[in-house]
């Protein structure tokens, strides 16, 4: 019998788990969790077959790979305690938004340690609402070091396909650049703006556009504390390049000609990616 | 027969001319645009009867309301343009987003000028796109000013309710402010991100939540260069206050306590809106 190790039971790894023992992959699924009511609905709802209490990590042969669905804060610690436990053969791979700091904490790095990021997700949350199906025609960022075992990557890389992801290797620098762009500062943005609605007594004003602009506002207020402190530096540095872009755009209403053709090019970027 | 005259035949005005033929509120509509191939459509997909020529606006008996469906910056044209070819009995009406700047350019105030936006839409564009369901359930401002006639503002106010619509009243400059926040801003930033994105080469790293966050920025150029450029002010000072609450926000990283709470706070008011 092989058995999955999850740590942290949320929508991100409980889909992984689902989706894996669909796949074949493993025939067993150890949850833990420091959330007891979590951990008890990952195993009312199948997502694991057995829970083991947080801070127990008894050594078991039968577990073949752990995936450390835990936040971006607690991903460190857990690989240094999951190393421990288990041969160097055994993948141990994370699902977090943020990349550098994590393998920056890990000293020295772990051969068998593969840093992951789904570029998937939703604004639900919980083991309730993992899904097999999450990870179906999305990508996978993943960051090895150079102390990485080629192997063990290409395991962990096999994994994600066999769920129906397709895979892609970038440093862990490049992936927190871009991700600071593609999710933080959306998340953050779409949070400051559920503020400024607040003050102007605007929620009576709000149609669809707004819904969409600001559903990312509803995610895990510990994730995204957790991931913006993770990625600060991505995070600021990109907020100050938008702040420039935005006052740029917002300053050519006195030359229509301009801004509708600046609307125009960022609009087509947009069909793009439709 | 009653016959509706629509200026201006792209998604907000050919949706309510369907609703409102659905409503039996008008048994005829009269089509005017600017854009041949759009009349063209308009004509070929049944939201109009029939077209005129922009330009020509032959008084005629048989005309009960003229709803102008053209961008922001010409409504205040057409409402005199129109206003001389019928008699101060006729409602007026129109659908742009951008109030206090259109109402400003209309000297004197005429009457039967009700001014309307509903906060209702979509990045679809055209009569093509035209729903006769688009406003049902959704709200409409109207902002008349003290010279309006209060007869003719019910006539308007039940053409709203007759296409399943709620309306509220309120002055022009507060439904700019506060569409400054919920509507123009959002579409600005969405713009804005389609070019840090772009600049980030971080197109492959985009997920759905990015997707959702940008999807207000495949918008018309034309029209949106001119709500911009309309509320101009009340935009720039909400950028202003969002840059302050967003650097207020990013700031909290080196205290998570806080930085929870806070997103925390903006995720309960997402809840409540969803």
């Known amino acids: ?6 740590v ?3 929508l991100i790894g409980g889909s992984f788990a689902l989706a894996a023992r669909r796949a074949a992959l493993f025939d067993h699924v150890i949850g833990i969790d420091r959330d007891e009511e979590m951990l008890r609905h990952a195993i009312e709802s199948g997502v694991v077959d057995e829970g083991l209490p947080d801070g127990i990590m008894p050594p078991r042969e039968d577990v073949a790979a752990v995936c450390l ?3 971006v804060s607690a991903i460190a610690e857990w690989v240094q305690r999951v190393a ?7 993948p141990i791979f994370d699902v977090g938004s943020v990349k550098s700091k994590v393998v920056r904490e890990i000293s020295p790095p772990r051969p068998n340690f593969v840093p992951c990021h789904p570029i998937a997700g939703s604004e639900k949350q919980g083991p309730l609402n993992a899904s097999a199906d999450l990870f179906v025609g999305q990508k996978i960022v993943v960051t090895p070091l150079s102390e990485t075992r080629e192997a063990i990557v290409r395991v962990v890389e096999s994994y994600w396909h066999a769920v129906g992801a397709t895979t892609h290797r970038e440093s862990a620098e490049s992936h ?3 991700l600071a762009v593609t999710s933080h500062l959306p998340h953050l943005l779409a949070f400051a703006m559920m503020e400024l609605v607040k003050e102007a007594n605007a929620e009576q004003h709000i149609g669809n556009g707004f819904k969409d602009f600001t559903r ?4 895990d207020p510990d994730i995204w504390a957790n991931i913006f402190a993770g990625n600060r530096e991505e995070l600021e540095a990109n907020l100050e ?5 935005t006052r740029e755009i917002g300053a050519l209403t006195g030359d229509l000609d301009a801004l509708r053709q600046r609307i125009e090019s960022a609009r087509r970027r947009r069909e793009r990616i439709s």
Chains 1, 2 share one sequence.
């Open 1 to 6: 019998m092989t058995a999955l190790l999850l």
């Open 8 to 10: 942290g039971t949320g």
């Open 69 to 71: 669905g835990v936040p």
């Open 84 to 90: 421990g436990c288990f041969s160097d053969d055994t």
């Open 176 to 178: 927190d650049r871009k």
């Open 216 to 219: 990312l506002a509803d995610s």
């Open 241 to 245: 390049r938008l702040i420039d872009l």
